[in-house]
DNA sequence: TCGCTCCGGGG
DNA sequence: GTGTACGGAGCGA
């Protein structure tokens, strides 16, 4: 008796221009690696054959296929002629991918009277992928199928270096691990054993044989110090399983281009990491922003490491190991993504991390289903079109309200390009509405699997990274109607009936809320705030939803996305909101603004905070708490500064200082310190001197006039929509209690309706929020 | 509002 | 020599 196949899934791919494809695949249960020796012609879509005229008869067109062995040859896809002006009719193929690409190169200079010898990116008529993709997509593969995300061997690597950059530095330290048990340090205490270590590294990458190498930063730190450092010490850096194994990097318009090698998948987390916005990019702070820090986590500072490895070795150790074990951990949640993606889309993995949802997801998708279909690939969507009109934004009330309640349209986007049938024009097979459809019919299946408790967690981990990896598709798709020329099936008309449709389901769904007696606060293309008449539980708040969304239209549904105590609506999509928990979220440019001062914020918070629980008087003792430790010079400097960018180098600030000055800029010339563009500088308004480069932390002689006037200006102005300006005047504008003043206790938390844009006179109608 | 440049992040 | 382009902020026109 056999046991039954092994699955195996493909980890990693390598097509050359000379046509050798090496393909690595792991089995799932076993790990055992498979590698596969093929060779692949080239093959691109053309709008006609004018640039190869010059091959005579050694192109045979035919509507067929190109026979095994065959040389340069060109597929009518439509041998009725029954295809547009433009579309891609024919798929030329040739002995290898370079001799394709270089007869048609050639062809073109000559064809096109050209100077000089083109590009694919400078010339138009042709649809042109990588080797690896056309690959996947003649022999109909992906990667990672049947393969769970630590089913490929991954390994770590951090360096430890005594500078930033490799002609200054070198590396002293190397901390490996991979995910079956390797865990280890490779040290060079001096200088001459660098490249041994280094050799070491390679070594230690040929034994354990890793699929994945990651890191975070590794595009732009790790791999091109150790490269450099290795080619300065002459050891061939053999980091790739064919060929010399050298590495190469991809040009891909971003500052630090990409790192790859034949057969390994370089993965950098902080490229995933990027696309989550966090505040922070960095290792340490994701780390802890996941919770993967452990406690005896060793920080250290950047300019400390080489001092504290000559000192206390240990803890730069402990350090390094901590980074690989990190890197790791934020590995599976952010990579996670990527690597189902992967199994979605003919591209290999190390690409998708860098790649755009839709020209660099959705698109070889599309392409993938006109080459499975033989059909010509369809002509691009012609001229200029109106402009495009997104979504509806309104703004129905503002100062603070209760019982707040946030509903959306679940996937409002998609859900309508899959009820409408929604796609772009050109698109005979209908293969982008197809692709949404079935996506988010998957999508749906994933969700639930993921929140299934009879899973093992790992079974739902992954469903949750396919639920994921589809709805990043899925929501591309509307962008990618819409994104113009650079989307080869974009279709701005039909971008345009999504966001038509769309504004006309929030219309129907903010009517119904207005008819069940909500009042609104701002909608948003597809949610919407409201406030509900009297307090209510989230029971109840999810019914109401659920009533409102059985009106709307087959394959729309209204979510209940999340409810708070109170809200203060400032302006639109400028927002504050205290939730039940008691935390402040505070939302929009108004109230985020990375320009503003530590002790305005810790006013701001603390009064937005009363505000939101209806306490003026503690509003008010918050800002006199503040006006009195300004006064009695409690706060540093650093409390009042701010950090501003420079925009000009000194020397470029000198030529046109003359003429006119800049504030930021002539405070930091003023300091008598060199500075470049872009160099941030911490300012502020000292007494007797204007704007200053601060120099003393620590120090108190801040302007206080200046910063009591600020605190009103920058700061208690953002709490005016809450109260009567007659009150605001008398809380903020200086003025002692007079004759005519209210007393604190009487004044109330307000709002107001706001009708639209333009709407009636600014102070009508204010009335008292229920407390 | 658009288009350009710069940054991030790493020791 | 291994492929068609990151996302946001801030600035000046």
Same mark, same amino acid.
């Given at each position: 008796?056999?046991?039954p196949?092994?699955?195996?899934?493909?980890?990693s791919?390598?097509?050359?221009a000379?046509?050798q494809v090496?393909?690595?695949?792991?089995?799932a249960?076993?790990?055992?690696?498979h590698?596969?020796?093929t060779?692949q012609?080239?093959w691109?879509?053309?709008?006609n054959l004018?640039?190869?005229?010059?091959l005579?008869?050694s192109?045979?067109?035919?509507?067929?296929?190109?026979?095994?062995?065959?040389h340069?040859?060109?597929? =009518?896809?439509a041998?009725?002629g029954?295809?547009?002006?433009?579309?891609?009719?024919?798929l030329?193929s040739?002995?290898?991918?370079?001799q394709l690409?270089?007869e048609i190169?050639?062809?073109?200079? $000559?064809?096109?009277s050209?100077t000089?010898?083109?590009?694919f990116?400078?010339?138009?008529?042709?649809?042109?992928?990588?080797?690896?993709e056309?690959h996947?997509?003649?022999?109909r593969q992906?990667?990672?199928q049947n393969?769970?995300?630590?089913?490929p061997?991954?390994?770590?690597?951090d360096?430890?270096?005594?500078?930033?950059?490799p002609d200054?530095?070198?590396?002293f330290?190397?901390?490996v691990?991979?995910?079956?048990?390797?865990?280890?340090?490779?040290e060079?205490?001096r200088?001459?054993?660098?490249?041994?270590?280094?050799?070491?590294?390679?070594d230690?990458?040929?034994?354990?044989d890793?699929?994945v190498i990651?890191n975070h930063?590794?595009?732009?730190?790790d791999?091109p110090?150790?490269a450099?450092?290795?080619?300065r010490?002459?050891?061939?850096?053999?980091?790739?399983?064919?060929?010399?194994g050298?590495?190469w990097?991809?040009?891909?318009?971003?500052?630090?281009?990409?790192w790859?090698?034949?057969?390994?998948e370089i993965?950098?987390?902080?490229d995933?990491?990027?696309?989550?916005?966090l505040?922070?990019?960095?290792?340490?702070?994701?780390a802890?922003?996941?919770?993967?820090?452990p406690?005896?986590?060793?920080?250290?500072?950047?300019t400390?490491?080489?001092s504290?490895?000559?000192?206390?070795?240990?803890?730069?150790?402990?350090?390094?190991?901590q980074?690989?074990?990190?890197?790791? $951990?934020?590995?599976?949640?952010?990579?996670?993504?990527?690597?189902?993606?992967?199994?979605?889309?003919?591209?290999?993995?190390?690409r998708?991390?860098?790649?755009?949802p839709?020209?660099?997801v959705?698109?070889?998708?599309?392409i993938r289903?006109y080459?499975e279909?033989g059909?010509?690939?369809?002509?691009?969507e012609q001229?200029p079109?109106?402009?495009?009109?997104g979504?509806h934004?309104?703004l129905?009330?503002?100062?603070?309200?209760?019982?707040?309640v946030?509903?959306?349209?679940?996937?409002?986007?998609p859900?309508?390009?899959?009820?409408?049938?929604i796609?772009?024009?050109?698109?005979e097979?209908?293969?982008?509405?197809?692709?949404?459809s079935?996506?988010?019919t998957?999508?749906?299946h994933?969700?639930?699997?993921?929140?299934?408790?009879?899973?093992?967690?790992?079974d739902?981990?992954?469903?949750?990274?396919?639920?994921?990896?589809m709805?990043?598709?899925?929501n591309a798709?509307?962008?990618y109607?819409?994104?113009?020329?650079?989307a080869?099936?974009?279709?701005r008309?039909?971008?345009?009936r999504v966001?038509a449709?769309?504004r006309?389901?929030?219309?129907?769904?903010?009517?119904?809320l207005q008819?069940?007696?909500m009042?609104?606060?701002?909608?948003?293309?597809d949610?919407?705030?409201?406030?509900?008449?009297?307090?209510?539980?989230?029971e109840?708040?999810r019914?109401?939803?659920?009533?409102?969304s $059985?009106?709307?239209?087959?394959?729309?549904?209204?979510?209940?996305d999340?409810?708070?105590?109170a809200?203060?609506?400032?302006?639109i999509?400028?927002?504050?909101?205290l939730r039940y928990d008691?935390?402040?979220?505070?939302?929009g440019?108004?109230?985020?603004?990375?320009?503003s001062?530590?002790?305005?914020?810790?006013?701001?918070?603390a009064?937005?905070r009363?505000?939101?629980e209806?306490?003026v008087p503690?509003v008010?003792a918050?800002?006199e708490?503040?006006?009195?430790q300004l006064?009695?010079?409690?706060?540093?400097?650093?409390?009042v500064?701010?950090?501003?960018?420079?925009?000009k180098s000194?020397e470029?600030?000198?030529?046109?200082?003359g003429?006119?000055k800049?504030?930021?800029l002539?405070?930091?010339?003023q $300091?008598?310190?060199?500075?470049?563009?872009?160099?941030?500088?911490d300012?502020y308004?000292?007494?007797?001197?204007?704007?200053?480069v601060?120099?003393?932390? =620590?120090?108190?002689d801040?302007?206080?006039k200046?910063?009591?006037?600020a605190?009103?200006?920058n700061?208690?102005?953002r709490?005016?929509?809450?109260?009567d300006?007659?009150?605001w005047?008398?809380l903020f504008?200086?003025?002692?209690?007079?004759l005519?003043d209210r007393?604190v206790?009487?004044?109330?938390?307000?709002?107001?309706?706001?009708?639209?844009? =333009?709407?009636?006179?600014?102070?009508?109608?204010f009335?008292?929020?229920?407390?």
């Amino acid at each position: 008796m056999t046991a039954p196949p092994s699955p195996t899934g493909i980890v990693s791919v390598h097509a050359a221009a000379d046509g050798q494809v090496t393909v690595w695949r792991r089995e799932a249960r076993t790990g055992t690696l498979h590698i596969e020796n093929t060779l692949q012609r080239g093959w691109v879509y053309a709008r006609n054959l004018r640039d190869l005229s010059a091959l005579g008869d050694s192109l045979k067109v035919s509507s067929e296929p190109p026979a095994p062995g065959a040389h340069y040859h060109a597929q =009518d896809l439509a041998p009725d002629g029954r295809v547009a002006e433009r579309a891609y009719r024919y798929l030329l193929s040739g002995p290898t991918p370079r001799q394709l690409e270089t007869e048609i190169l050639r062809g073109a200079m $000559a064809a096109r009277s050209l100077t000089a010898r083109p590009s694919f990116g400078d010339l138009s008529g042709y649809v042109r992928l990588g080797y690896t993709e056309q690959h996947l997509i003649t022999t109909r593969q992906t990667y990672h199928q049947n393969l769970t995300f630590d089913d490929p061997v991954r390994m770590q690597f951090d360096l430890e270096t005594t500078a930033l950059s490799p002609d200054e530095g070198r590396i002293f330290l190397i901390a490996v691990r991979d995910n079956r048990g390797l865990e280890t340090l490779l040290e060079a205490r001096r200088a001459a054993q660098e490249g041994e270590m280094i050799e070491a590294f390679l070594d230690l990458v040929r034994v354990r044989d890793p699929d994945v190498i990651e890191n975070h930063f590794i595009h732009g730190f790790d791999l091109p110090f150790i490269a450099a450092r290795a080619r300065r010490l002459g050891v061939p850096f053999r980091l790739g399983r064919t060929g010399d194994g050298l590495p190469w990097t991809i040009e891909d318009g971003s500052r630090t281009p990409a790192w790859a090698c034949a057969g390994r998948e370089i993965l950098d987390t902080l490229d995933a990491v990027r696309r989550l916005h966090l505040p922070s990019s960095g290792l340490k702070a994701v780390a802890r922003h996941y919770g993967l820090a452990p406690d005896d986590r060793v920080y250290l500072e950047g300019t400390q490491i080489v001092s504290t490895y000559r000192d206390h070795p240990k803890l730069v150790r402990q350090y390094a190991l901590q980074d690989v074990q990190e890197v790791d $951990a934020l590995a599976r949640i952010v990579l996670a993504p990527s690597f189902a993606l992967a199994r979605l889309t003919p591209r290999p993995y190390h690409r998708l991390t860098r790649a755009g949802p839709a020209k660099g997801v959705l698109e070889p998708m599309l392409i993938r289903a006109y080459h499975e279909a033989g059909r010509p690939f369809p002509a691009p969507e012609q001229g200029p079109h109106d402009p495009h009109r997104g979504g509806h934004v309104q703004l129905y009330a503002e100062g603070v309200l209760p019982h707040i309640v946030k509903a959306d349209v679940a996937s409002m986007y998609p859900s309508i390009i899959r009820a409408e049938g929604i796609g772009p024009q050109q698109d005979e097979l209908r293969i982008f509405n197809r692709i949404v459809s079935d996506l988010t019919t998957q999508r749906l299946h994933h969700k639930h699997q993921a929140r299934n408790p009879l899973l093992p967690e790992a079974d739902r981990r992954e469903h949750h990274a396919m639920q994921d990896a589809m709805k990043l598709v899925v929501n591309a798709a509307y962008g990618y109607l819409g994104a113009g020329r650079l989307a080869r099936l974009g279709d701005r008309a039909a971008a345009d009936r999504v966001t038509a449709r769309g504004r006309a389901v929030l219309q129907q769904v903010t009517q119904e809320l207005q008819t069940r007696g909500m009042q609104l606060i701002e909608s948003d293309t597809d949610g919407v705030y409201f406030s509900t008449p009297a307090p209510a539980s989230e029971e109840a708040e999810r019914a109401l939803i659920e009533d409102v969304s $059985a009106t709307l239209p087959e394959g729309l549904t209204l979510e209940f996305d999340g409810r708070a105590r109170a809200m203060l609506s400032h302006q639109i999509k400028n927002y504050v909101l205290l939730r039940y928990d008691g935390t402040l979220d505070l939302s929009g440019a108004s109230f985020e603004s990375s320009r503003s001062e530590q002790y305005g914020m810790a006013f701001l918070r603390a009064a937005l905070r009363a505000m939101l629980e209806g306490d003026v008087p503690e509003v008010q003792a918050a800002f006199e708490q503040v006006m009195a430790q300004l006064a009695d010079r409690t706060y540093t400097n650093t409390a009042v500064a701010s950090r501003v960018r420079l925009g000009k180098s000194r020397e470029v600030y000198a030529q046109t200082r003359g003429g006119r000055k800049e504030a930021h800029l002539e405070a930091a010339w003023q $300091a008598g310190v060199s500075f470049t563009a872009g160099d941030r500088v911490d300012l502020y308004v000292r007494e007797g001197h204007g704007l200053t480069v601060m120099t003393e932390p =620590d120090g108190h002689d801040y302007d206080l006039k200046h910063y009591q006037a600020a605190l009103v200006h920058n700061y208690a102005t953002r709490l005016r929509k809450a109260l009567d300006p007659a009150d605001w005047d008398q809380l903020f504008a200086g003025r002692g209690p007079g004759l005519f003043d209210r007393p604190v206790q009487q004044m109330k938390v307000l709002w107001r309706p706001v009708r639209d844009e =333009d709407g009636p006179d600014a102070t009508s109608s204010f009335i008292p929020t229920v407390r």
